[in-house]
């Protein structure tokens, strides 16, 4: 009986731990921050296409940017995604007037989205890169709880942070730092408003209508494709002092809601900024690129936030005689979520310094995290 038990206890292991990967149907190709929506659960490919899935795992969505979404009815260790539209010359080109959109759902963003007190289990990773090299990796499990799910100006401007978002960090999978005289950092102040106002889509969505609305600006919005009465636009705004902005989103007609935004900031025309860290180097500062994204899914009829992402790119620092090129990526992606009250978290993290620099709260739940290849050699670096 005893063997029984430890048959049945690897293979419910094995059925755990099984991944499937997300594949391009056309070229075979990994599609990477694919999204699998799993009846209690949430997950996003890695860059290699892969993420951990229950292999008793059935009737779940998987989709894409740029790809149509998939109802998977039963388990299956490699899904092909098929392109949303194949050649630009196949689709009639559609002007969309994106003020007018991204403006209705500002105005209507409370009514559209959720705005009660909620919790989630989430995992937490950021990457920092110098001159190419990967320096530092961290990855945890953490609760976050959001008062109202968007961001409260009010709040911010007066630093307020624990009224807008708590977070409690748990489990700490990875976490390495290469320490190298070869490696330049540099710290300016301590958590903006603007730092918090990243995690909330109402944010960006101002600062994107702010730059539409500037003095000179152009902008432009066509629509690429539509699928169940989903849209996909992209558009353009060029702003005058020295900012170029690209993105793409979908929009859902029925609920008139954004479902997915990405905005990638060219700032490379941008004067060189002359900087002091907080430790006293001055060093000259120019910006790169600096890529947002956020997804939202529909669950139980609420429009609830599935993954925020920050990334920047080819941002440079000139210290002495040396040039740093940096970049680096800060996500969040919200597995679970329960509805909550006003009380928040005990203990929770202290936003006036380094997240990673918080003592976890260690609890029963152990998170599976699939590394990419790049990580893992990065984890095993001595």
Not at 213 to 236: C, R
Not at 306 to 317: F, I, K, Q, S, V
Request: charged share 30%.
């Amino acid at each position: 009986m005893k063997r029984i038990s430890i048959i049945f206890l690897i293979f419910s292991t094995f059925l755990y731990s099984q991944k499937i990967q997300i594949v391009d149907a056309e070229n075979g190709k990994p599609i990477g921050n694919a999204r699998i929506v799993l009846p209690d659960q949430l997950l996003y490919t890695n860059e290699d296409g892969f993420t951990p899935v229950d292999g008793n795992s059935k009737d779940f969505e998987v989709s894409a940017s740029g790809f149509k979404k998939e109802k998977i009815k039963n388990f299956n260790s490699v899904i092909k995604l098929q392109p949303a539209f194949k050649e630009i010359e196949e689709v009639k080109i559609v002007s969309v007037d994106i003020k007018k959109l991204l403006d209705d759902v500002f105005k209507n963003y409370q009514k559209r989205y959720y705005e009660e007190p909620s919790m989630y289990d989430v995992v937490m990773k950021q990457k920092s890169f110098d001159n190419g090299k990967l320096h530092f990796m961290a990855i945890s499990e953490a609760k976050l709880w959001s008062k109202c799910n968007w961001y409260n100006y009010k709040d911010g401007y007066n630093k307020r942070f624990d009224d807008i978002l708590q977070l409690q960090l748990n489990n700490v999978k990875y976490l390495k730092i290469i320490k190298s005289d070869s490696i330049f950092t540099a710290t300016e102040d301590k958590f903006s408003h603007e730092q918090m106002g990243n995690y909330f889509f109402n944010y960006e969505l101002n600062r994107t209508l702010m730059f539409i609305k500037s003095s000179q600006a152009k902008y432009s919005g066509v629509l690429i494709s539509e699928e169940d009465g989903e849209q996909l636009i992209s558009f353009k705004i060029k702003v005058q002092r020295g900012i170029n902005i690209e993105g793409s989103l979908k929009y859902n007609k029925t609920d008139k809601v954004i479902t997915y935004f990405q905005t990638i900031y060219a700032m490379d025309d941008l004067p060189v900024e002359k900087k002091v860290a907080t430790d006293g180097r001055a060093f000259d500062y120019k910006y790169g690129n600096a890529t947002i994204t956020y997804d939202f899914y529909k669950k139980d009829g609420l429009y609830l936030p599935a993954l925020n992402r920050y990334e920047t790119d080819n941002y440079t620092m000139f210290y002495k005689d040396e040039t740093h090129v940096k970049k680096s990526m800060r996500e969040i992606v919200y597995n679970t979520f329960t509805k909550s009250d006003h009380k928040g978290l005990t203990p929770k993290v202290d936003f006036a310094k380094s997240i990673w620099l918080n003592v976890p709260v260690k609890d029963n739940k152990e998170i599976t995290v699939l590394l990419s290849e790049e990580e893992q050699e990065f984890i095993n670096q001595k």
